[in-house]
């Protein structure tokens, strides 16, 4: 069987969910505002010029990870991605975004991750689940503060 590791996190943003939506669907902005991103190469768009299949490149503190992900786009309401193919065994996500209060967004992030062989032995480490949450914290607090920039500009 399988051994996933999930997560879910979620944050108020003080800005509306188009802007949200929009700073996310931006996915060639990522190493501007997503600290862990390092290149982003988009391979094939959808009919409304959105990236479609997209690779990824990460920078950990334990390694480089690269993934190549499909993305589907519900505008302003939720983007979600599904890998193809890359260093991970599987890994899916998405974010959703709900009217929030004052005008704001109520902003969750799902993430799963099937590490396969390669990333395996370092999800076993006791302090992995903390780490994996200190990871979705820091992309909701980086999602955050771009989309607040770009709302208040």
């Known amino acids: ?3 996933w590791i999930r997560g879910e996190r979620s944050a108020t943003i003080a800005a509306p969910p188009a802007t949200c939506f929009a700073v996310l669907a931006d996915v ?3 190493p501007e505002w997503q600290s862990m991103v390092g290149e982003i190469r988009v391979h094939d768009r959808d009919e409304h010029s959105r990236p ?5 490149v990460a920078i950990t503190q334990v390694r480089t990870v690269r993934y190549v992900m499909r993305y589907a786009f519900e505008p302003p309401r939720r983007i979600a991605w599904r ?3 890359g260093d991970l065994r599987d890994l899916e996500g998405e ?4 009217d929030g209060p004052q005008g704001g967004t109520h902003a969750t992030y799902r993430l799963g991750i099937l590490p396969g062989r390669r990333l395996g ?4 480490a ?6 994996a949450g200190w990871f979705m914290h820091q992309a909701l607090d980086e ?3 771009r989309c607040e920039a770009v709302g208040a500009r």
């Open 1 to 3: 069987m399988a051994d």
């Open 28 to 30: 060639e902005a990522y």
């Open 52 to 56: 479609q299949v997209v690779e990824t």
């Open 83 to 85: 890998q193809l193919e």
């Open 95 to 98: 974010y959703t975004f709900a």
């Open 121 to 124: 032995l370092l999800t076993r």
């Open 126 to 131: 006791p302090l992995f689940p903390q780490v």
């Open 143 to 145: 999602l955050r503060a």
